[in-house]
């Protein structure tokens, strides 16, 4: 078991030694210890033999020496092998098709070029969250107002349960499984769906279970939209 003294590892993966040199003096004044590398084959490379916690991964990687490994690349490899450390993919404000593809493949979350120490800060620690919850995942999710018994499957918003249809039931449970992590509409769809259902679809489920969870509808706390890409669920508390 992990020793709380030891700082968790962060392998930051990007072609730029600028982008590499700010992430490193920005996460290592957080606690973070930081290996780097500076193209795919490197990277993989570095999780075979230190074994980091986190991945903060570029999609833009170049080839080298004739091999080209991009970003997705890695992403791919990673899952294949059925490595499970999270992964945090920077990428160009241009480039969504990038993300969603990042994300399907088993990316966490993403954070856009250029971006905010504070935000990609939030995404870490929401993404090591999320990996200790599929570890020992509990019988009880709540945040904030929102509590959900999955054993029982009874939901209750402020204290009232509240009645959900089989389906919706179905796409909040995986919601929570999953809580605190960008899931696409495709993997959604393919999920709840089996995939054979028009993403309105799913834009309507999402709005029905808005109007039961949230106090303000229009302006949703706990199932956030993420535009162009799917849906996330507020962390638990």
């Given amino acids: ?18 982008i590499r040199r700010f992430l490193r003096t920005s996460l290592s004044a957080q606690g973070y210890t930081i290996l780097e590398a500076g193209d795919g084959a490197a990277a993989l490379e570095a999780v ?17 020496g004739g091999q080209e490994i991009g970003g997705l690349d890695v992403i791919r490899s990673l899952r294949v092998a059925g490595a499970s450390l999270p992964v945090i993919v920077l990428s160009s404000r241009v480039d969504e098709a990038g993300k969603v593809e990042a994300l399907d ?16 800060l939030a995404r870490i620690r929401a993404a090591l969250r999320h990996r200790l919850q599929q570890q ?65 679809y799913l834009r ?21 939209t993420e535009t162009g890409v799917g849906y996330r669920l507020r962390a638990p508390d």
């Fill in 48 to 64: 075979r033999r230190q074994s980091p916690d986190l991945l903060v991964l570029d999609l833009g990687l170049p080839a080298v």
């Fill in 204 to 224: 309507i489920y999402i709005r029905q279970l808005r109007q039961k969870i949230e106090a303000a509808p229009e302006r949703p706390h706990h199932i956030l």
């Fill in 136 to 200: 020992g995942e509990k019988p009880l999710f709540r945040s904030g107002d929102l509590a959900v018994d999955l054993v029982r499957r009874i939901v209750t918003v402020r204290g009232e349960e509240v009645k959900l249809s089989p389906r919706e039931y179905d796409l909040l449970r995986l919601l929570i499984a999953h809580a605190g992590k960008v899931l696409t509409h495709r993997f959604i769809l393919k999920e709840v769906w089996g995939g054979e259902t028009d993403v309105q």
């Fill in 1 to 18: 078991m992990r020793s709380e003294a030891v700082p968790l590892k962060i392998l930051v993966v990007d072609d730029e030694p600028p």
């Fill in 105 to 120: 493949l088993g990316a966490d979350d993403y954070v856009t070029k250029p971006f905010g120490v504070d935000e990609l």
